[in-house]
């Protein structure tokens, strides 16, 4: 019997040992189990973080573990390790400005903006009342922070129930003057992302699209060509929220529209023109132009010899009544001349104005404002259509984080496209006086509004930061196919962006907001819990034993085991 | 300063079973044994209880389960469906009662000890996994407390069941007119789960409610089965 009891035991020993790997493996699996199980996950975007010839600018961090703190806590107080939660909607400029310029440190920055912002969001007109004054704030903001060396994490994120519930919260704490810290809870705010890394070797593409002309039968010689250019990309303070609506998506579209308008033309051999079209998709526009300046030197030297003249397209979404024609030459210049008729002879017509501003170039700046500059350097004669006033700064009217859907009209592009086509078209037929509509609304060769808003719309949904589109993006495959279509002959060019900037990636996160209990809490649960063990322990020893037998526990301890816990 | 927080819900879920084992006369009497041998009988109880709920319990394949959406008599009937599978713990814990051979125990302590080993292996298998890692998480909840409260409930409830049930297999002169009440309260206590479920479900009570009321309940089953107890023992005595 004692026997058998051994082998008995021994057996279940042996079953036990061989489980003890099995136990483990459990263990480990347990102990792997990450949690990321927290209340509320929200896409952020992280600010831009570059380098100009090595000197930093931008947000120089992005990964994020700490308390949340709104603007309502006492001025003067330590937020190295707290993040600050900033609404658009309540933003002072000039606290940021000041803590910026202090160089005082922060735990972090989370700027809300309202949803109105968000790209691809297509409002109505009461909106756009609305967020006027949000874009002017915002502009002055991204002018403060793209500009900046900022060494804390700064991120964007678009408000919703959850933050505005967190937001509501974490003010009501910082109003009674408990600051946030591990001792007194409140929310925790993660972004858990590696470092970021220098983008290697950032590569801009320039799409070209080619459409001959005919020539006339026994002429020889080459044909001149007019070039239609417009820079694709953007660049603004969130890099994955970068769309650029107005700048410059809606020169890509009236681009898109011109092309396709004289496609049509030029697909019928009694209506091809004694021009060639060549239509250009350019990158690094916010870097001064420095993919149209590739493009250009790439291009055969009798090619580029043969251009007449070349149009960009810049910013054509949001005017009323006037366009600017951006020129490097005088306007008294024969070939400026005749161009700035030719469009406002059309505008005339149209019903809208067009006006000259010259802006000589100053070769020794490095700075290229206008797309048109870089084929000015190069002797070509250009101008650029646009409704900016004035030429804008580096990295600026680029693709802010304003610059949304909304504030593009569809109509303005239209006319613009209206006019651009029709000023080409008579001086590619030489019917520069006359007053005929060749791309009259309920013609065959009507602008087509579907195209140019769906159009705007997807581009207002895609971010184009060149540094961060690869050489085979959606978005680059689209615009070549949408060229292919329109136009005989395309080709893609693939060239490094190097010079002065260099870029970092991680420009999207995720924020884990975890709503914590303080360790005092802790501590004062553990007391509680403790006094409930005892308080229990002493009860069931009182009514199952007796007072006497709870005192004798205290009183001789070593005498007895007591297990408590 | 999460695993402060696991630690502390930790002690609010298991600590009442050790306290209860250590206070009480059956750490004397090292009834250690007797409560192995429960949690061993909630173990297999368990098993036999998973496997006839995969088999009867009818999970209708064209939609989702979803208890929320279904029919009023459909729940109905599967709620009581699984209420009769709920019975097979009180088999589960006449067999650890009345068929196991303790060794020189006496009633008194034989009840108590199975009904701590038996809530200890239901806390162990129900609330470890979710505690370990639900409360290591940053993110701070109620939840877990609330847990640990409602294990001390099931602890009552167990050992109030475990009294009763000793009552009713194990004590042959017991005075006939308390016979429907024990019957009745141990009825009341195998139907605990359903009950809450039904509070939880149908009703729409919140967690904190339903943990409330069975803290309340599991006193008030307490100390009926304790006052029924004592007017048992009191003829044989």
């Given amino acids: 019997m004692a026997d058998e009891k051994k082998s008995k035991q021994r057996d279940g020993s042996m079953v036990f040992e061989s489980m003890y790997p099995l136990l483990a493996l459990m263990l480990i699996l347990v102990a792997c189990v990450d949690l990321c199980d927290a209340a509320t996950v929200v896409d952020v975007y992280r600010l831009v973080q570059y380098d100009i010839s090595g000197v930093p600018f931008g947000s120089r961090f992005s990964s994020l573990n700490h308390h949340a703190a709104s603007l309502s806590f006492q001025r003067g107080a330590d937020l190295s390790r707290s993040v600050l939660i900033l609404p658009l909607r309540e933003l002072d400029l000039g606290f940021l400005q000041d803590y910026i310029s202090q160089k005082q440190s922060l735990g972090g920055l989370l700027i809300l903006l309202p949803q109105t912002l968000r790209p691809g969001n297509i409002g109505g007109g009461s909106v756009l009342s609305e967020t006027q004054g949000f874009r002017k704030l915002l502009a002055q903001l991204e002018k403060l922070l793209v500009h900046g060396n900022i060494p804390f994490p700064v991120y964007f994120a678009f408000e919703n129930e959850e933050t505005d519930a967190m937001l509501a919260d974490v003010k009501k704490n910082d109003a009674l003057g408990q600051q946030a810290t591990a001792t007194t809870g409140g929310y925790k705010l993660v972004i858990s992302v590696s470092e970021p890394r220098k983008i290697a070797s950032p590569t801009i593409t320039n799409i070209q699209g080619w459409l001959p002309g005919s020539r006339a039968e026994g002429d020889s010689n080459q044909l001149p060509t007019i070039a239609i250019v417009a820079s694709y990309d953007t660049f603004g303070a969130a890099p994955a929220l970068s769309v650029g609506s107005d700048s410059n998506g809606s020169g890509v579209v009236a681009l898109l529209e011109v092309a396709r308008l004289f496609s049509t033309l030029y697909s019928n051999p009694k209506t091809r023109g004694r021009y060639n079209l060549l239509f250009a998709l350019t990158s690094g526009g916010p870097y001064n132009y420095e993919g149209t300046q590739k493009w250009l030197k790439s291009l055969d030297q009798r090619m580029r010899e043969s251009i007449d003249y070349a149009i960009c397209l810049n910013s054509v979404g949001s005017w009323d009544n006037e366009l600017l024609v951006h020129v490097s030459k005088p306007p008294d210049n024969a070939y400026i001349k005749q161009i700035f008729e030719g469009f406002s002879n059309v505008a005339e017509d149209l019903g809208f104005q067009v006006a000259l501003k010259h802006k000589k170039i100053n070769i020794s700046n490095s700075r290229v404002a206008w797309e048109h500059e870089q084929f000015s350097r190069l002797r070509v004669t250009a101008a650029t259509l646009s409704e900016l006033p004035t030429p804008p700064e580096l990295l600026e009217s680029a693709g802010s984080l304003s610059d949304t859907r909304q504030l593009v009209h569809d109509d303005a592009i239209i006319k613009g496209v209206k006019l651009v086509a029709e000023s080409l078209a008579r001086h590619i037929y030489g019917h520069q006086r006359k007053d005929i509509k060749i791309f009259a609304d309920d013609s065959s060769l009507a602008v087509n509004p579907f195209n140019v808003r769906s159009w705007l719309d997807l581009l207002s949904q895609t971010p184009r930061v060149a540094p961060f589109l690869s050489k085979s993006e959606p978005l680059i495959m689209a615009l070549k196919k949408e060229l292919e279509d329109y136009t005989a002959e395309v080709s893609v060019q693939h060239e490094s962006l190097d010079g002065i900037f260099t870029f970092y990636d991680s420009t999207k996160a995720s924020l884990n907001i975890y709503q914590v209990a303080s360790v005092t809490f802790d501590l004062l649960l553990l007391l509680v819990l403790g006094s409930y063990l005892i308080v229990l322990f002493s009860f069931l020893v009182i009514t199952t034993r007796g007072v006497d037998d709870l005192i004798s526990l205290f009183r001789r301890p070593p005498s007895r085991k007591v297990k408590m816990v | ?237």
């Fill in chain 2, 1 to 237: 300063m999460t695993l402060f927080h696991f630690f502390n819900c930790a002690i609010l879920t298991f600590g009442p079973h050790a306290v209860y084992y250590s206070a009480t006369p059956l750490s004397e009497y090292d009834t250690l044994g007797t409560s192995v041998k429960a949690a061993v009988v909630y173990l297999a109880t368990a098993l036999v209880k998973l496997v006839c709920l995969a088999t009867f319990l009818q999970v209708s394949e064209t939609e989702v389960f979803d208890p929320y959406q279904m029919t009023k008599y459909g729940f109905q009937s599967q709620e009581a469906l699984k209420a009769m599978i709920g019975f097979i713990d009180v088999a589960g814990l006449y067999f650890a009662l009345a068929q196991l051979t303790h060794r020189n125990i006496s009633q008194n302590h034989k009840f108590q000890a199975v009904g701590l080993g038996w809530a200890f292996a239901d806390s162990v298998l129900h609330r470890l996994a979710p505690l370990w890692v639900g409360a290591r998480g940053l993110e701070f909840t109620w939840d877990y407390v609330l847990q640990g409260l409602e294990a001390n409930a099931n602890l009552v409830f167990t050992i109030s069941l475990a009294a009763l049930g000793s009552l009713m297999w194990l004590r042959k002169n017991k005075p006939k007119t308390l016979i429907p009440i024990i019957y009745t309260c141990a009825v009341i206590i195998a139907t605990m789960p359903s009950i809450t479920s039904y509070l939880r479900r149908v009703m729409g009570w919140h967690f904190p409610k339903v943990v409330g009321f069975e803290l309340m309940t599991s006193l008030v089953m307490a100390f009926i089965s304790c006052q029924l107890f004592i007017l048992c023992q009191r003829p044989s005595l």
